[in-house]
């Protein structure tokens, strides 16, 4: 079984400011991650997956996620805000083996809120 | 060039009646999915096809029946539509054996 817990269901920042969005996992085989962002009205976009490799990925927009297998923690950063970064983030975590065809468990998403 | 869209983007309906919801890809994946979004905005995995082959079938009432024709399209029909059934609807698809989703715009189902 998989589960995806992201601690904080609002996160505010300034403009410029750094942004940290937290996603812990649990997975009974090695997983993949993922974070997708929502904007209001729309689908979800994808930012940024790990699969296997190199445990620091870079995505869309400058944001970046570190795998942490110690701490089964996928967190998502941004060195510095934009307003246009304001939406809300999901992190997602599907299992690598077996014929699960990808199936994806969410987390309960974070909104971001950027300030002027 | 849409890669996954839906029709339509918002269905408003009475309680009991069934209703339809079209899915297609031009990505050229081999698998589909349907996902529902409540009032919290959680995403809840409810189907997914591969090769027009039902393959996860999470505990979703069997008033709702995906159908795929074809690899390009999942349909998702709803029978005697409740005031619980209310939520935003996304399909995706991958590539078998990949794990990266592209999801469609959604559509946004009250039911009143």
């Known amino acids: 079984a998989q589960s995806v817990t992201q601690l904080g269901s609002h996160v505010s920042v300034s403009e410029g400011a750094l942004v940290l969005l937290r996603c812990n996992y649990s997975s009974s085989v090695p997983p993949y991650l993922f974070w997708y962002v929502q904007y209001p009205n729309q689908g979800l976009q994808l930012l940024l997956k790990y699969t296997t490799g190199a445990t620091l990925v870079k995505g869309i927009n400058g944001f970046e996620a570190e795998f942490k297998k110690s701490e089964t923690s996928f967190h998502l950063t941004k060195p510095s805000a934009h307003m246009s970064d304001a939406a809300e983030y999901f992190c997602?975590?599907?299992?690598?083996?077996?014929?699960?065809?990808?199936?994806?468990?969410f987390g309960q998403g974070t909104i971001l809120t950027v300030h002027p | 060039d849409t890669a996954v869209s839906q029709t339509p983007k918002y269905l408003v309906t009475q309680m009991g009646n069934d209703k339809s919801i079209k899915c297609e890809q031009n990505l050229g994946h081999d698998t589909m999915y349907w996902y529902k979004q409540d009032s919290k905005k959680f995403l809840k995995i409810m189907f997914s096809y591969n090769n027009k082959e039902l393959i996860i079938n999470e505990t979703v009432p069997n008033r709702f029946s995906p159908k795929s024709p074809d690899k390009a399209h999942l349909n998702l029909h709803i029978n005697s539509l409740e005031l619980g059934d209310s939520a935003v609807y996304f399909c995706?698809?991958?590539?078998?054996?990949?794990?990266?989703?592209?999801f469609g715009p959604g559509t946004r189902l009250l039911v009143l």
């Open positions: 995706a698809s991958s590539q078998a054996n990949q794990e990266t989703q592209y």
């Open positions: 997602a975590v599907s299992e690598s083996g077996g014929t699960s065809y990808g199936k994806l468990t």
